[in-house]
């Protein structure tokens, strides 16, 4: 690309010829390349003036010069900009850019670590923002929000440093917001996300991962006063009871809901550690109140991590309905593969099954009765559970659709000659065979060049 960028700029014939072809382009990609400087993209600014969409992320080498650049040539045309990862670029950049982009709708500059609230602040004064993505930057909510972005749908603040006046601060008048992340905000209190509800009345997605001062209460008002809400992260929050948890589903039974997040939710385990018989009991309860309130309507699941007895599953499995898609029970050493299949028969619509580390799904784990169930399979994980020959053929022939498969530490099979038989999963991208210790580079070499989509 710099090659053929200088070679351009060397020879007027050659630019007005790319001028040409570039007049066309209105979205440029060139996420994780790292070679790309300030003067390749302002050439490139040069040769397609009509950029509505521009993707650097990761390109590391870029800095305020390449925005200084775009604010006054594709300004005025430039709807998306994603720079994250984009170290160099500071806030003064954004501020040129965010002045100069009078009609931008997507701002995403998350994993800029030398931006800040006067970011925030400018990103506010554009007149037509609705996704801004500042995940692990700096901003504090230090800003002036006299005048909110009334067209604002989806804020990623998560990984910021806010506390509660600041950050119901910047929320407040975003009355359209339908999408929020605070992950790892972890200095946000109960009644901060309590309040959430009352400011932003048509939220429909809110994920609070690792928050660890919510508790139930904020559960409970989020559940009960978000009409619209379809998706709930509750992921690591540690300070949410599953009994708690249980009383809020009961109570405000919500009707949109779709989407539930609860992996490693409540009090871990520590070490080999025995649960209780009370503590096992409520997380059955709970487990019992959300699938007869949102069972049947349910399209994503995740219990990872969660240490959920067989029970839940069998519980899952009586109220579920076609609508599930995914589900994760990885690392739930309890619960029986006869549960899975029973939950795997009602749920036809399945496309994603997570199962890695459940050892008692091991004992008994049958891939002929599980591709019978779900030949539509499109991601399948069961890492550390044993699988032999027979196995491997029969998920690789009945099976065909898939496109993520993860096998690691799958210890039964062992023989590299069994791995050609991956070579009949055409759509696969994604192919996980961790500890697999007989098998060599030589092995793999025909499977790489025979699955065209294959990339991880």
């Known amino acids: 690309l710099a090659f053929f960028l200088r070679l351009m700029m060397d020879s007027p014939t050659m630019f007005r010829r790319a001028r040409r072809l570039g007049a066309d382009v209105t979205v440029v990609d060139l996420h994780g390349s790292s070679a ?55 806030d003064s950049g954004v501020a040129v850019l965010c002045k100069g982009a009078t009609v931008l709708e997507e701002l995403i500059l998350s994993h800029c670590s030398n931006l800040g609230d006067s970011t925030l602040t400018a990103a506010y004064k554009l007149p037509m923002i609705r996704i801004l993505d500042l995940e692990r930057t700096r901003v504090q909510g230090r800003i002036d929000a006299s005048n909110p972005p009334r067209t604002l749908t989806d804020l990623n603040l998560s990984h910021c440093k806010l506390e509660d006046p600041a ?90 809901l779709r989407n539930l997040d609860l992996a ?66 990885s690392e739930n050493p309890r619960i029986k593969f006869s549960s899975v299949l029973s939950l795997c028969s009602k749920a036809q619509k399945l496309r994603k099954l997570k ?29 550390k559970i044993t699988l032999h020959d027979d196995q491997l053929a029969s998920i690789c022939v009945n099976l065909p659709r898939l496109e993520s498969l993860v096998l690691a530490e799958c210890l039964g099979s062992t023989d590299p000659s069994q791995i050609s038989i991956l070579q009949s999963l055409t759509n696969l991208k994604h192919l996980s065979l961790t500890s697999w210790n007989s098998i060599t580079v030589l092995d793999l070499v025909p499977l790489v060049c025979t699955l065209p989509r294959l990339h991880r």
């Open 36 to 90: 790309v400087t300030d003067f390749m993209l302002m050439t490139l600014v040069d040769i397609c003036p009509l950029i509505s969409s521009m993707g650097i992320r990761g390109c590391r080498r870029v800095s305020d010069q390449t925005l200084h650049s775009i604010a006054p040539k594709i300004g005025d045309r430039l709807k998306t900009f994603n720079a994250g990862g984009c170290d160099a670029i500071t």
């Open 355 to 383: 199962l890695n580390g459940c050892h008692g799904v091991k004992k008994h784990f049958d891939a002929f009765a599980l591709c019978d169930n779900l030949p539509q399979l499109l991601c399948l994980e069961i890492s």
């Open 167 to 256: 950050f119901i601060h910047i929320i407040r008048g975003c009355t359209d917001m339908q999408k929020l992340r605070i992950n790892g905000c972890s200095m946000i209190s109960d009644a901060a996300v309590s309040k959430v509800s009352n400011i932003l009345p048509c939220l429909r997605v809110i994920q609070l991962h690792s928050l660890y001062r919510v508790t139930d209460v904020a559960v409970s008002a989020i559940l009960t006063n978000l009409s619209h809400l379809e998706t709930l992260e509750l992921k690591n929050c540690k300070s949410i009871t599953w009994a708690g948890l249980a009383a809020a589903f009961e109570k405000s039974k919500p009707a949109n």
């Open 264 to 329: 490693r939710m409540g009090t871990s385990l520590v070490g080999n550690a025995e649960e209780s018989q009370d503590a096992a009991n409520e997380k059955i309860s709970c487990i019992s109140a959300i699938s007869k309130t949102v069972g049947p309507q349910l399209e994503t699941l995740d219990l990872a991590d969660c240490h959920i007895p067989d029970k839940c599953v069998q519980e899952l499995a009586s109220q579920v309905g076609d609508s599930l898609t995914s589900i994760d029970l």
